[in-house]
């Protein structure tokens, strides 16, 4: 079964910051990679997705991700954060089927 | 662009009662989920349709829970009895697969409190 990894379950910074979040999935053929983000009280959002071709990824609000196939990784960027991007983010992998397994989550907390 | 919308937004009931949730995926979206989110166990998929047939729906807790969906655009999730370990919030999200490689859309969610 496919199984998703986030090794950071939270992680605390200062605004402008970098932030760089973790994710690693095992499944050997072709994927769709997702970066959801839950702002306190809110419903997962979608941040970016990779389907193919390019593996730097850019998103909104300024994220990016790298999907490294050779590492199974598709890590989550942001060159200098904001306080208004405290929330927590979740990975997701779509391998065999229709559905989306996702990560265990990673709370980012961004000190004013 | 109406998203997904689920009903009610919150619900507080007493432990042994029913509880039904609701949830109308976006209009031509062909496949559904059902999630749970709570702090200790994080974000877990209950079930999922594809054109209204449940596919997988190995993450339901127990026989207190099913997940019906008689058209495209109604889903519900019954829990009965409740328990106060079912408190939690409860999300729905719609897909398309086709068009959309699977990126799904989360509604507002649900948060069930079990006295």
């Known amino acids: 079964a496919q199984s998703v990894s986030q090794h950071n379950h939270h992680v605390i910074l200062s605004e402008a910051a970098s932030l760089e979040l973790g994710c690693n999935y095992s499944y050997g053929g072709t994927v769709n990679l997702f970066w959801y983000v839950q702002y306190p009280g809110q419903h997962l959002q979608l941040l970016l997705k990779?389907?193919?071709?390019?593996?730097l990824v850019k998103g909104i609000k300024g994220f990016e991700a790298e999907f490294i196939k050779s590492k199974f990784s598709f890590n989550l960027r942001k060159p200098s954060v904001q306080w208004s991007d405290t929330a927590e983010y979740f990975c997701a992998v779509k391998a065999a089927g229709n559905k989306l397994t996702f990560g265990g989550g990673t709370r980012v907390l961004v000190k004013p | 662009d109406a998203g997904v919308i689920q009903s009610p937004r919150h619900e507080v009931t007493e432990m042994g009662q029913e509880v039904t949730l609701r949830c109308k995926p976006i209009?031509?979206?062909?496949?559904l989920f059902w999630y749970r989110q709570t702090m200790m166990r994080g974000l877990e998929l209950l079930i999922y349709f594809n054109n209204n047939v449940p596919i997988d729906d190995s993450g339901m807790p127990e026989d207190r829970f099913s997940a019906k969906m008689p058209n495209a655009s109604f889903s519900t999730l019954k829990i009965q009895p409740s328990e106060p370990r079912d408190s939690a919030v409860y999300f729905c999200a719609s897909s398309f697969p086709q068009i959309s490689y699977n990126e799904q859309f989360f509604g507002p969610g649900t948060r069930l409190t079990v006295l």
């Open positions: 990779y389907f193919s071709g390019d593996p």
């Open positions: 209009s031509g979206h062909n496949s």
